[in-house]
Nanobody, 127 residues
């Protein structure tokens, strides 16, 4: 059982930056793909970024490429999301998620495939 706790959300003006952090406890952190999803009011939860369990490969949704960076520290059981040049459309609750994955399984960006979730942290970008 993996427990996830996000922090770092807040209110920022357009063009500003935030760093989200996700602390994991329980389970074996290094065997999990770690991802960030977000959900805006009235919208479905959407994939933002994932970093793979072993080689740290990253995948981003198109709308955040070049602005967001996901990273992980397996010694500290944390995953970070650095967000630059934030825009009002980035306003959402951001969730950290974990998916245990064996080496033969594919990396996925579908929320229902992730086993563990944090409570979420609010990011609000004003124009």
């Amino acid at each position: 059982q993996v427990t996830l706790a996000e922090s770092g959300g807040g209110l920022v003006q357009a063009g500003g930056s935030l760093r989200l952090s996700c602390a994991a406890s329980g389970g074996t952190f290094s065997t999990n793909d770690m991802a960030w999803f977000r959900q805006a009011p009235g919208k479905e939860r959407e994939f933002v970024a994932v970093i793979t369990r072993s080689d740290g490969r990253t995948v981003y949704t198109d709308s955040v490429k070049g602005r967001f960076t996901i990273s992980r520290d397996n010694t500290k059981n944390t995953v970070l999301l650095h967000m630059n040049n934030l825009q009002p459309e980035d306003t959402a609750v951001y969730f950290c998620a974990a998916r245990p994955r064996s080496s033969w399984q594919r990396v996925v960006m579908i929320s229902t495939m992730y086993n563990y979730w944090g409570q979420g942290t609010q990011v609000t970008v004003s124009s």
